[in-house]
């Protein structure tokens, strides 16, 4: 037997991919001309499937702090946190995240990902149960997995069904933690945080939010979606990521907890990994600025998500959700989507080809990110590209709504 055997299923699924046209998992990125306009397969690409929501990668103030650390503090700290990894721009970072979330204390990760799985395995162990959105992002899936806890499911938004969980699982000696999202990166859906945070406080249990994709984009402030529903009193825990609104790498997470800082010398993900390099973290500081100084940025991807998925609506596409950062598209079937994706590729326009067992519910997405970065040009030609596949599906005969 082969060590690579158990990957049977996966690589015929794989090859079949391929066999259809581009490599979705290995697609390069050839060369950039701001947040929003790529060379892909050698052909000038909109890119609608970044993350990049306020298209700050290119941020002219950005690139000039992240300039500017790398010729003072070097190219990486080549360390921990805990050993020789924690220089001035990691404190001074955290100290801005925590102000600009309205909290006592934040923390910074090497990773969105490493965020949620040092906060959730160090909050949470083998005496605890963790109540989690079953549409749960993988670092919440594996940071459940490393905490040792007793892991419980609830429905996708479903505050009732909590509730009903909660009921059942009273876990004697130890503590509940609630997960849930602000925005559910797939379907691109909030969360009905009021309810939950209601049902977790008749509980007395505690609660984490991922604000990965909210951060920045909503609430007054640009805080998430707790902001925005003014329910950040109730939350416990926020954690977010630096790759998304913020333009670089990098996690956080904030607390009011008075304790919160324990995690330093308890989580392992933030204790055995090398600690965010400088010029990151100056990027970051910058991006944060930016956020602060300029609302407009907030204003314009709004702006824009309303004018992609109102043309989206009007060419017959199912869309997901209601306009927000994410609009995806739900197709009939996997071998339509992938014919879709790969002729907005050729069309010259990259979105994210997302397909069972990664989307929620079995369905077939593509799955388009907004920027506030994407010019009105530049939305006109995505639209007229989204037209020409409208009717290319069309005469394939392949319904382009999805039930
Ligand atoms: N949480 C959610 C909800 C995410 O979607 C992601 C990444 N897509 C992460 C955490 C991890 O963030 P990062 O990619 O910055 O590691």
Not at 31 to 49: K, N, V
Not at 128 to 151: E, N, P
Not at 206 to 234: C, I, P, Q, T, Y
Not at 374 to 380: F, G, M, S, V
């Amino acid at each position: 037997m082969d060590i690579f055997d158990k990957y049977e299923t996966l690589a015929a699924r794989r090859a079949e991919l391929l066999g259809a046209g581009a490599d979705p998992f290995d697609l390069e990125i050839e060369e950039l001309f701001g947040p929003c306009e790529a060379t892909i397969r050698g052909r000038r690409t909109i890119l609608l499937g970044t993350n990049n929501y306020l298209g700050l990668t290119f941020d002219p103030a950005c690139i000039e702090a992240g300039c500017a650390a790398l010729r003072r503090f070097g190219t990486g700290t080549t360390g921990s946190r805990i050993a020789n990894g924690t220089y001035g721009g990691h404190k001074a970072l955290e100290a801005e995240i925590a102000a600009f979330m309205g909290r006592r204390a934040a923390i910074v990760f090497t990773t969105g990902y490493q965020a949620n799985l040092a906060t959730i395995a160090g909050l949470a162990g083998p005496k605890d149960t963790i109540f989690v959105d079953s549409d749960w992002h993988a670092s919440i899936f594996d940071g459940c997995r490393l905490s040792g806890a007793t892991v419980v499911r609830f429905r996708h938004n479903d505050p009732d069904d909590l509730d009903r969980r909660l009921e059942r699982n009273p876990t004697p000696g130890g503590i509940r933690l609630v997960i849930v999202e602000g925005l559910y990166s797939m379907l691109g859906d909030v969360a009905r945080l009021a309810e939950i945070a209601a049902v977790k406080k008749r509980h007395g249990a505690f609660l984490l939010l991922d604000e990965a994709h909210s951060m920045g984009v909503f609430g007054e402030r640009g805080r998430g979606v707790a902001e925005a529903l003014g329910v950040e009193a109730e939350i416990d825990f926020i954690v977010g990521t630096f790759s998304k609104s913020l333009g670089a790498i990098g996690g956080f997470a904030v607390s009011d907890h008075p304790r919160f800082e324990l995690l330093r010398v308890a989580a392992r993900p933030y204790m055995f990994t090398a600690s965010p390099g400088p010029a990151t973290i100056a990027t970051v500081r910058a991006a944060l600025a930016q956020i602060v100084a300029r609302p407009e940025l907030r204003a314009r991807i709004w702006a824009n998500a309303e004018r992609i998925h109102a043309g989206l609506a009007a060419l017959n596409f199912a869309l997901a959700a209601p306009p927000g950062p994410i609009l995806s598209i739900r197709l009939p079937d996997e071998r339509t989507t992938v014919f879709a994706w790969n002729r907005l590729l050729e069309l010259g326009v990259y979105v994210n080809l997302a397909l069972p067992p990664g989307t929620p519910g079995g369905v077939c997405l593509l799955r388009c990110s907004v920027s506030a970065a994407h010019t009105d040009a530049q939305i006109d030609t995505v639209l007229e590209r989204f037209a020409t596949l409208a009717a290319e599906l069309q005469r394939l005969a392949a319904p382009i709504a999805a039930e």
